[in-house]
Nanobody
Framework: VQLQASGGGSVQAGGSLRLSCAGS????????MGWYRQAPGKQRELVAV?????????ADSVKGRFTISRDNAKNTVTVYLQMNSLKAEDTAVYYC????????????????WGKGTQVTVSS
């Protein structure tokens, strides 16, 4: 599975950005997909996840502001992260990920990763 993320950039606090991540390859094997982020000097954190069934879950810090969605096509799968009301603390490198193993995403990191995309929010 190959994942290609796009959509990062710089925005002022209160603004919005939409991240996209296109998956290709053995997408039939994908269960959960999600977005992680890592800010300088901090550990990577799971921001949002969407299961193959469409259930979603969010980190407390982004609930009500971020929305994850997923578009399953015949040969591709795309996951989006709509980020509204951005704050300076949302500044980080964002990574999309996918898991081909049916397991608890809260306990296990996903096994396919895209390259990160930088999101910078200025206050």
């Amino acid at each position: 599975v190959q994942l290609q993320a796009s959509g990062g950039g710089s925005v002022q606090a209160g603004g919005s950005l939409r991240l996209s991540c296109a998956g290709s390859g053995s997408i039939f094997s994908i269960y959960n997909m999600g977005w992680y982020r890592q800010a300088p000097g901090k550990q990577r954190e799971l921001v949002a996840v969407i299961t193959s069934g469409g259930s979603t879950n969010y980190a407390d810090s982004v609930k009500g502001r971020f929305t994850i969605s997923r578009d399953n096509a015949k040969n591709t799968v795309t996951v989006y992260l709509q980020m509204n009301s951005l704050k300076a603390e949302d500044t980080a490198v964002y990574y999309c990920a996918a898991d081909s193993v049916y397991r608890d995403y809260a306990q296990h990191a996903m096994n396919f990763w895209g390259k990160g995309t930088q999101v910078t929010v200025s206050s």
